[in-house]
């Protein structure tokens, strides 16, 4: 593999694992961040710019912002006390077996002979045509969706009571 | 040289990180986070597939990897909304004390 | 005219020059790394001198001098600035979060100058040209936000986390109406790569170029857009979070030394940054205002288009009383949004109408209307607009 690819795995992957390790949980989200960066550059490296920037833009400016929100707003600042019943450990074999399932299949499966086609020549302009001839239908139940997930999420942060003040 | 493979068992070592961290934490929000890296690991996999696959004109993978990213970034708005009611109403994120409706 | 492109091009062949020398397999590292090199010098000295502009421009405006003992007319201020800022000592609470509370100004910088990666200077002179030119430099504007809350929450202060608080929502709440105004000349481009934009607007009819911002929806769209970018990098009329009651300098009240310059670094280029995207955007980028201005090099005109905005935002910032929080997020979230809505409605309009007087009259109406509609429906809580009637104590 290439040493572009081997530096972004890891950084994602220290990422990802800080992320769900951590002790105190605004460190969790920030290494979070860190995870979605990398992640943003993998998609950077496969030649899916709008994708990558995306990425950026909705999850390292959007969601880390809003879960770092709801940490200051719930308090839940202190730390965490690490869990020690039974479940931690089966919460861990579960992803552990689930993990060498995948990659059985990966490995078991020919993908890894792929060779890379050529660079696609699409840019954002296809992207726009694609979204407004072949998937207007999805596009417009988006639309619709995070109109709905808006108003909801309004509703449900605020409560009612505070509406009849 | 990177082929899929590599690619894929990086997802799929996120996805298993996410699923870890999902099940075993107690804090709701954390739970929240570890199923948004179930997500990203899922956009990873459909972007590596449309590089390395036949069509890479035809955008499908693109296009199922944006909508993703749309669909996710709204449960997280609507998931936090439903921590922050929680906050409210029982004075703590912590999962393990949400048991009103057990038994 | 063959003198007038060698000197506009001379820091291109400069640059094909110098990486001559290197061995061929290095040469696009070598030549993208003395184009960052380049970049992070000019916009520093940049920032240096709008750092003294701006301190003597209000101190004009306030009726008194601004900085005049260091250097003749003060030149040598900045460098002043820079040695006090190296050698003060850097204060760090015991109950701050070291590792988030050094990465915070770090984060912030970084970002800063990320931004002008996609930002052509010169024709021809652009970083980079990504497909996605303009998407890149928003996606690279939200990542301040993080920055700003790590510095106000690691340094562990009330103070500096509501500040942070504040700071972060307020930017959230602008980065829309920046990004739909910018949405508009997306719109008529018909592509995101910055170089192509400019190169759209640096065409001429007659005497006249093609600039974005001579049509009614994209003067719209540059004053809102001006307006927002305001308000992302905390300049007056929108420093609450960094003025508050102006003792408790909001999120960077802990960090004293280098670190609070490089959060001034940080949000002077960040102005620089947006006004240089506005300059893509709206104002033509390189092209000179008039034909017949062409021989003045193309980096030339952008630098006096730069410092044209500077000005305008230190004249704005010498003027403007601070608006309160409250006041902030409704003049964002009732009056832009639905401006920059009724802008891209207007600007969809302008790009399917036949060119004549019609699409001006209707487009100019559709800008116009509701801005004088919504600017008077706006009252805050009942209350109209009035004169204020002060009562004194006794």
Known sequence: MTIGFLILAIVTMAGVVAAMSMRHLIHCVLALTLGFAGLAMLYLQLEAQFVGLTQLLVYVGGVAILAVFAIMTTHSSEPVARPGTSYWLGGCVVATAVFILLAHAIEKSGVGARTMPAAPVGGVKEIGVALMSGYILPLEIVGLLLTAALVGAVVVATGEGSGKR | ?103 | MTRAVAVDQMFVTLNHALVAYVPAVWRPLASAVLGVVTVMVVFLTLFALTVLLERKGLGRMQNRYGPNRVGPWGILQPVADGIKAIIKEDVVPQSADHAVHFLAPVLIVVAAFLNYAVIPVGRGMALTDLNAGVLFFFAISSMVELGVFMAGWASRSKYSLFGAMRAIAQMISYEVPMLLAATATVMVAGTLSTTRIVEMQATYTGQIPHWFVLTPWGFTGFCLFMVAATAESNRSPFDLPEGESEIVAGYFIEYSGFKFALFFIGEYLGMMATSAMAITLFLGGWSAPLACLQWFPTWGWFFVKLVALLCGFIWMRGTLPRLRMDQLMNFSWKFLLPMTLVNLVATGLWRFLPVGWERWLICGALVVVPYALLGRSINWQGRKVAVRRYRYAE
């Open chain 2, 1 to 103: 040289m990177t082929t899929l493979s590599h690619y894929l068992l990086l997802s799929a070592l996120i996805f298993a990180v996410g699923m870890a961290g999902a099940l075993t934490r107690r804090n709701a929000i954390l739970v929240l986070v570890g199923i948004e890296l179930m997500l990203n690991a899922a956009n990873l996999n459909l972007i590596a597939f449309w590089r390395y696959g036949p069509h890479p004109e035809a955008l499908t993978g693109v296009m199922f990897a944006v909508f993703s990213i749309t669909v996710a970034a709204a449960e997280a708005a609507v998931g936090l909304g439903l921590i922050l009611a929680l906050h409210r109403h029982m004075q703590t994120t912590d999962l393990d004390k949400v048991t009103g409706m057990k038994g």
